[in-house]
């Protein structure tokens, strides 16, 4: 019997809207090839809707969404219509905490033939484990009077044990290196909290080294020597600037992925590519289709077809390496279109 997936597609705004599209050509060839069969539902939530609703996603899409196996979302936000506090509080962020999508993993790797601005172009390959429902995007504050306000961040005992198991069994599945990153120097309540329950936890693992590391120092050492790291974990908001470092580090930010998962599958988990809406090139056809292709592959993964994942990414990894073919983030001249038929050539498939 032929398996199915119930895919949730959500191609958002800008680039979203025109790099998920190639990405399900792919996906779809690669099912077809391995006997797999993805159902696809299309979904407008995002800016426009937004506009025309006054909300990103009305309470029937959360219950429509819940019935997927998984969710392909290409990008959210456009500043020229809506601020952004209003577009990621209206979905992304319900998203992870509605569906418990705690962890956020980012997978950095430099890819064969993708120069980095990092002398020598070294090659390294780590993860970073970004806290993905709590922490300093947990939402609780407020203004007064237009003068103060006040935002705090939440750590609960279960958010931070859970999402320490998670990488450090991460860890253990790869090199056996966790470094935390921590500012608990100045952070004395929530982040001399969270050092001392992953320490805690840490005790289940000692086969797993762990090192404790200030993010601005851990910052520093992601440029000087990348190699140096296997597997990192952070709070929300210092895991979201450390992975926008990794981004840069692999050469552009049309290359990295992410994956908000629910390990424990209750709920659909989303997978989507890093690089944001980009208005100023939507519409173009040049957007880089790399990430939206690696999401894919980590959505692949996750799913259970591991040989098709895996096949994925040496497709997209043999048309880097060669460089004939880049869209201009890249130095390239190449569209949208043509990167998809690049990687679908070398995947001997067609659309």
């Known amino acids: 019997m032929t398996q199915r997936y119930s895919i949730a597609l959500i191609p958002g705004d800008g680039i979203g809207q025109e790099v998920i599209p190639e990405g399900v050509r792919v996906l779809s060839a690669l099912a077809r090839r391995h006997g797999f069969s993805l159902e696809l ?28 196996d998984a969710i392909y979302l290409g990008a959210v936000g456009d500043p020229r219509k809506a601020p952004d506090h209003v577009t990621l509080r209206g979905l992304l962020i319900p998203l992870r905490q509605r569906f418990e999508l705690y962890v956020n993993l980012r997978p950095a790797r430099a890819l064969k033939g993708v120069p980095t601005p990092l002398k020598g172009d070294p090659a390294f390959d780590f993860e970073v484990v970004r ?91 992601m440029v000087k020597d990348p190699r140096a790291f296997d597997v990192i974990l952070a709070t929300n908001l210092l895991g979201d600037l450390l992975t926008d470092l990794a981004g840069a580090l692999q050469g552009s930010l049309g290359i990295p992925a992410s994956a908000n998962l629910n390990p424990e599958r209750r709920y659909p988990s989303m997978f989507e590519p890093v690089h944001g809406s980009a208005p100023d090139i939507a519409g173009k056809g040049i957007a880089n289709p790399i990430a939206a292709f690696w999401a894919g592959a980590m959505m ?15 497709a997209i990894e043999a048309v880097t390496a060669e460089g004939r073919v880049k869209t201009p983030d890249l130095g390239g001249t ?14 001997g498939v067609s659309a």
């Open 41 to 68: 539902t299309e979904y407008p939530f995002g800016t426009d809707y937004y506009l025309a609703h006054g909300v990103m996603i009305p309470e029937e899409g959360f219950e429509a969404l819940k019935r997927h």
């Open 131 to 221: 806290e993905n429902a709590e922490g300093e995007y947990a939402g609780a504050g407020g203004a007064l009077a237009d003068e103060v306000a006040v935002q705090t961040a939440i750590f609960t005992r279960r958010g931070t044990e859970r999402i320490a198991r998670y990488a450090l069994e991460r860890a253990r599945m790869r090199r056996g290196d966790l470094v935390v990153a921590t500012k608990s120097n100045a952070l004395q309540h929530g982040l001399v909290f969270w050092d001392r329950v992953i320490r805690e936890v840490a005790r289940d693992y000692p086969e797993v080294r762990l090192r404790f590391l200030h993010a601005d120092a851990l910052a520093a050492g």
């Open 300 to 314: 692949l993964e996750f799913l259970g077809e591991v040989e098709a994942a895996r096949e994925l990414f040496q």
């Open 334 to 347: 190449a569209t949208t279109r043509e990167v998809t038929e690049a990687v679908l050539s070398k995947l």
